[in-house]
Each structure stands twice: as C-alpha cells, then as structure tokens.
C-alpha cells in the first residue's frame, strides 16, 4: 500500500504541475475566482494521494475577513485546513526555497517570514494586514513552530499586534480558533527532514485521520495583542480537550 500511496503522490504531483499551476498561476494573476477552486482541488487531491482523510467539525464564523489561528503538528496542517477553505498562509522564509513545494506554496500567495528576525514582524503584519483589507483570511500558526501535536505550545503575540492597530483603526475582522488533532502521530518538529516524514506517513496502516475543530470567535473588544494571544491558546486548548475527552481515538 505505502508504494502504491507514492505512485500517487508522485503522478498527482506531476499532474498538478503540468495542468493546474499555469492555470492558478493565470488564475492568482487575474484574480479569478477560479484560483480558490484549483487550491482547494490541489490540497484535497494530495490528502487523498497519501492517505490522509480530512474531518471537520463545527463551522468557522460567517464573518469576515478571518484571522485564522490554529495549533501546529504537521506540514500537512496546511494541505488540511486549505482542503475546507481558500486560506493564505504564512510559514517561515525556508519553505520558499523547498524543491517544488516551496514553489507551490509561494504559487498559493503564502506569506514567507524569517522567524529569528523579529525585525521582520511589522512588514510581514503589514502583508498579512493587506490581504485581510482585501477580504482573505489569513492563517497563523502562533505557537511558531510544530510540535508532536500532544499539547499546544505557547502563542507568540507577534502577529496579534496587527489586528490591535486594525481594531484601533476601526477595521472589521474575526479571530476564528481551530484545534487540529491526528489519529496518528505525525508530528514534524525538531530535525526531522521531509521525505523521510513523508514515507512514514504513507507507510502508516488505513491512512490517517486529521480532526479540525472550528471554534466560536474570540471576542476582541478592547484586548491588546498578548490577551487576544492568549485568549485564543486558551480558545484552542479547550477545542482540543473536548475532542479528546469525546473520542479517545483523537488523543494525538
């Protein structure tokens, strides 16, 4: 099975380089509406490929734009979240340079930033800023880093500061919290490399299961960017322990 799951991946790969990526390149350069369709297809056909199946549980706010917050396990959270809704990332300036994906990625509009350089935070707050102005919605994995997915890291405030000037400034958006949980451990962290990572996760028996869990908004009136931090870890936490008192089978 696991050799079969990299024949997949590597013909859907292939596929999606020879046929969609001028197609979204087109698409993301004209701003069809067509290039949320083809990032969604892409996601959901790669999941598949590797024999991961996506659940979803409650909506996210109807709101918008969203500043979407979740936890960090796996390079696969990406592919998982952007399989539901069109979403940009942000990931750290490393991912730009990977073969292949990092050109994908930065075919989506993902935001790049060096995570060392906290000099970087108000130009990459300022991107992130602009896309929301634009109706995205944006993703952040504030703990900054991916873990085995046991438990939730600390938020780091840094691009929570962004939505304090957008608040004082008068400017709608929404904090949509979201927990993501596997059946099986397939944390990236550390220095794991991607490839190995990857066969792993083929080679894992029925696939795997990959639970989000969308959460109500977290109130943001009059908070500054470590309370809002702060109370959306909190929101995260608590989306996570429920899964997990509810079905053990979610544990990771």
């Known amino acids: 099975m696991s050799y079969l799951r990299a024949l997949a991946f590597v013909l859907a790969l292939t596929l999606s380089l020879i046929f969609a990526a001028p197609l979204q390149w087109l698409a993301r350069r004209y701003n069809w509406p067509l290039q949320h369709r083809i990032q969604m297809a892409f996601c959901r056909l790669m999941l598949a490929a590797m024999g991961v199946r996506v659940e979803a549980h409650g909506t996210m706010p109807s709101a918008r734009p969203r500043f979407v917050v979740a936890n960090h396990v796996s390079w696969t959270d990406i592919l998982a979240l952007a399989s539901l809704h069109p979403l940009v990332f942000l990931a750290k300036k490393e991912v730009s340079s990977w073969p292949v994906l990092g ?88 220095d794991m490399t991607f490839l190995p990572h990857l066969w792993s996760l083929m080679k894992t028996r029925g696939g795997v299961s990959c639970q989000i869990f969308f959460g109500d908004a977290v109130d943001a009136s009059g908070r500054d960017r470590k309370q809002l931090a702060a109370e959306t870890e909190a929101r995260v936490r608590d989306l996570l322990q429920a899964a997990r008192s509810e079905s053990p089978k979610n544990s990771r």
């Open 103 to 190: 050109f994908l990625a930065r075919l989506q509009g993902t935001l790049f930033v060096e995570r060392e350089n906290r000099r970087a935070i108000p130009l990459v707050n300022a991107a992130l800023s602009e896309k929301m102005r634009g109706g995205e919605d944006v993703v952040v994995f504030a703990e900054g880093t991916s873990s085995d997915g046991s438990t939730v890291l600390k938020f780091n405030a840094a691009h929570f500061a962004m939505l304090a000037d957008m608040q004082a400034a008068g400017e709608a958006f929404v904090i949509a919290p979201v927990g993501i949980a596997y059946s099986q451990d397939v944390g990236w962290y550390g």
